[in-house]
């Protein structure tokens, strides 16, 4: 199993120590950084200076808007990052969701799904050289009734992989069809088969093998003696994500975690949340919500947990460290992670 580290966040007073970190993360062996973008910044840029100071370490976004840019403009960006650091890019592609990409970004949230595969189907276009002549339901290029004409992209043939972070269960399928890896998150890998089963489709469907798609989850992961108090530190987090990630009617974290045996739970918690009593919400997450989801605890139960985790299926944990104080305590869990890792069976 693999290892990847997320990055990102605030780039004001905080570039130095995430470069350090990501190449810190490279001389231990990690085999890849990721950048996602919320509403703190894009995942372009911070990538772009890594390039420049990273050499082994594969650098992908986690992830870039499908709802907020043209396909050929994600496919040019995909490529210059891809020159940049030296052919080590990985293009991952999200939907994001409404209260962002309508709140923030002043764009109807339609047809999510069907703007991530003409996305993708574009994005392959352009790295393949060809000129894009393309007539979808959101796109079409050249614009029909225009002046414009079919184009190609002055870029020699390329592969980038593309890797898709989806939960709802016909995304997760398309993901098995067309995707080279899958972003997850709220994946427990107690009930794998929450979206296991939807990937597996997707790639029958295709004919594709089960080994030709990389399962690539978040973890947030922290060693200590004091589990109670881990656990008691991200029962707020856990209720954001089943609250405030979304909308009343559409939240794919919560039906994600209703789909692993939790949907009493994540339906009062998201009930609470959303009627603003967000101190009972957090109450009212119980411990499996946060175990069965995150690999905490002392360096036995993580060890287990992340054997858990590849047993399941996985191929790469993206490590979430962000409740652990940077510095030497963060390094430290680090190179006890990569140990554990390397000593699985």
Known sequence: MKLAIEVGGSLQNNLEAITQWVQIAERLGVESAWCGEAWWGDAVSLLAYLAGKTERIRLGTGIMQTTTRVPAMTAMTALSLNDLSGGRFILGLGASGPQVVEGLHGVAYEAPLTRMRETVEICRMIFAGERVRYDGKVFQLPLAGGEGKALRVAHEPVEIPIYLATLAPKALEYTGTAADGWLGTSFSPNHPDAHFSFIDKGLESAGRAKTEIDRCVSVRVEIGEDVEQM????????????????SATTNFYNDAFRRAGFEDDAKAIQLLWVAGKRDEAAQRV???????????????????????????????????????EPGAPRLELLENIVDLVEGLS
């Open 231 to 246: 656990i008691e530190r991200r029962r707020k987090g856990v209720a954001f994500n089943m609250g405030g990630m979304g």
């Open 286 to 324: 119980p411990d499996a919500m946060i175990t069965e989801f995150q690999a905490i605890g002392t360096r036995d139960m993580v060890r287990d947990r992340l054997q858990t985790y590849q047993d399941a299926g996985i191929n790469t944990v993206k490590l979430g460290l962000d409740g652990v």
